[in-house]
């Protein structure tokens, strides 16, 4: 299982109402280190190859999605995929050209039907991951999940411009997978077209673990978890960050191949009163299931 142009998930960039305590929460507390700065703008890293996992942009009220930034396998996939986008329904936004932010190389911005904005890069910088890696540090982005009012559009839509295929379908969710990751996109079953969530891949089930106890500590319990999904069989925490930001730490990705048989629905069933694998954990709070529902993709990109 693999697209043949996508080759992972590199960054997710969004707006917040103030650059500076989201600095504090994202460094201090979650644990990311600043990558660089920009005017009105934050570059955050893990401590993987990525230039940046997240982007934060200065501007009030609630946040909004600006972007998600895919990894191209070469540069020969951005014009592929730029064709792709149009015979699936949407358009370029933005033709092959200059990546706009500090990592560089080349993009293609794209938007659906629904006005999810999607950008793939190929030739951006890449850093040497920390050796040893900080033992409670995100190593990278694990997976996007986003809202669809229209499922099984928005899912051919990912298969047919961007070459994802289908890893799991549930009651509520399709996966998509693009490499050995079992997900790097996730499609919510929902009414809306928000971001439900992103996902940052910890380097064991313990960092996830004492994660939770910072944020805790910090005044921020799990809003879901910690516990164990099935398809992906990725532990998890869910939080809120300041802003209404709906965040995840994960660990154990279950890694895939051609070999991998997609589950349906009713492969994926609990018994009574559970939620995922473990069933220790309680069900999503109702804070978590509204700012799910909160984080819109913005109208257009910062000048």
């Known amino acids: 299982m693999k697209s043949p142009w996508i080759a992972g998930l590199r960054s997710v960039a969004l707006t917040v109402p103030d650059l500076a305590a989201a600095e504090a929460f994202y460094t201090q507390?979650?644990?990311?280190?600043?990558?660089?700065?920009?005017?009105?703008?934050?570059?955050?890293?893990?401590?993987?190859s990525d230039h940046?996992?997240?982007?934060?942009?200065?501007?009030?009220?609630?946040?909004?999605?600006?972007?998600?930034?895919?990894?191209?396998?070469?540069?020969?996939?951005?014009?592929?995929?730029?064709?792709a986008v149009w015979a699936a329904g949407g358009v370029v936004e933005t033709a092959v050209s200059a990546a706009p932010d500090p990592a560089g190389g080349q993009a293609l911005v794209l938007r659906?039907?629904?006005?999810?904005?999607?950008?793939?890069v190929h030739g951006d910088v890449r850093r040497s991951a920390d050796v040893p890696a900080p033992r409670d540090q995100p190593l990278r982005l694990a997976h996007a999940v986003l809202n669809c009012h229209a499922i099984a559009h928005t899912q051919a839509f990912f298969e047919q411009s961007l070459g994802f295929v289908l890893a799991d379908r549930t009651k509520i969710m399709a996966f998509m997978n693009c490499d050995a990751d079992h997900h790097s996109i996730a499609l919510g079953d929902t009414d809306n077209d928000a971001l439900n969530h992103i996902a940052?891949?910890?380097?064991?089930?313990?960092?996830?673990?004492?994660?939770?106890?910072?944020?805790?500590?910090?005044g921020l319990p799990p809003q879901w978890g910690p516990g164990r999904h099935g398809p992906g069989d990725n532990t998890f925490n869910y939080f809120v960050d300041p802003f209404g930001i709906v965040i995840e730490y994960t660990a154990e990705v279950e890694q895939i191949d051609d070999s991998y048989q997609?589950?349906?629905?009713?492969?994926?069933?609990?018994?009574?009163?559970?939620?995922?694998?473990?069933?220790?954990?309680?069900a999503p709070t109702d804070a978590l299931k509204q700012a799910q529902r909160r984080v819109l993709f913005a109208p257009q990109l910062p000048a």
Request: hydrophobic content about 45%; cysteine-free; glycine content about 12%.
């Open 29 to 48: 507390t979650w644990l990311l280190s600043v990558a660089e700065r920009a005017p009105g703008a934050l570059y955050l890293r893990g401590s993987g």
């Open 52 to 83: 940046h996992l997240l982007a934060l942009h200065a501007a009030p009220g609630t946040p909004q999605i600006l972007k998600v930034t895919l990894r191209a396998r070469s540069a020969d996939a951005l014009q592929a995929i730029a064709l």
């Open 112 to 120: 659906d039907a629904d006005g999810r904005r999607i950008e793939v």
């Open 200 to 218: 940052f891949l910890m380097p064991t089930l313990d960092a996830v673990m004492r994660g939770g106890g910072r944020l805790r500590d910090a």
């Open 262 to 282: 997609p589950g349906s629905p009713g492969d994926w069933t609990w018994p009574p009163g559970r939620i995922d694998q473990w069933g220790l954990g309680t």
